[in-house]
């Protein structure tokens, strides 16, 4: 008897999962606007259409693959926080968590024996050490900044001169990348 493969389901698991970062990234954003914190809002809302972005690409490697899809409601969001120092933890916290689950679904597709989805999972383990590494530098902004909003959102000012556009080697989004 043939075993079912693990990696497809898992991955449609994390489409639910990044849509759910999605929303709690605008909720961070929202947070962050409601207390003129431009650059963190701004950060948090292009961090949202990132995270769309990645659950789209999954999607549309299932549909290339000729596997079903389902697309999920999101998880619960948090929208309450008492410092910017632990809105940041979260958004931190978050990351860490996703990159567990692709590690989980990178191995299931070895296990599995899917080099397809092992090549196309590989994107995303790169992805989130940059992901961790950013949320990490920007949570010990917060902390060296002792309160001081204004030093963050310099700082968010200073790094926005230097961003870099999406890795055009992310894999196609189902409807095209916004």
């Known amino acids: 008897m043939a075993k079912t493969p693990k990696f ?3 991955l449609r698991t994390q489409i639910r999962h990044e849509f759910t970062a999605a929303q709690q ?3 961070l954003a929202v947070w962050f606007d409601a207390r003129d914190l431009p650059r963190l809002a701004k950060r948090f809302y292009r ?4 995270e769309r972005n990645h659950a789209l690409a999954m999607v549309r490697y299932l549909l290339d693959r000729d596997q079903p899809v389902v697309i999920p409601g ?3 969001v948090r929208n309450d926080f008492s410092s910017v120092h632990e809105a940041i933890s979260l958004a931190l916290e978050q990351e860490r968590t996703v990159t567990a689950d692709i590690e989980t679904m990178a191995k299931a597709a070895r ?3 899917d ?3 092992e090549q196309f999972v590989a994107w995303f383990l790169k992805e989130q050490v940059e992901e961790v590494a950013q949320m990490t530098t920007l949570l010990t902004v917060v902390e060296r900044a002792g309160g001081n909003l204004f030093e963050i959102e310099n700082h968010l000012y200073r790094e926005s001169a230097t ?8 894999p196609p989004v189902a409807g095209g990348k916004l």
């Open 8 to 10: 497809p389901e898992l």
């Open 25 to 27: 990234y605008i909720a």
């Open 47 to 50: 961090q949202s259409i990132e």
């Open 74 to 76: 999101s998880g619960d």
């Open 111 to 113: 296990a599995d024996e």
């Open 115 to 117: 080099y397809l989805g």
């Open 163 to 170: 961003d870099v556009e999406e890795a055009p080697d992310m």
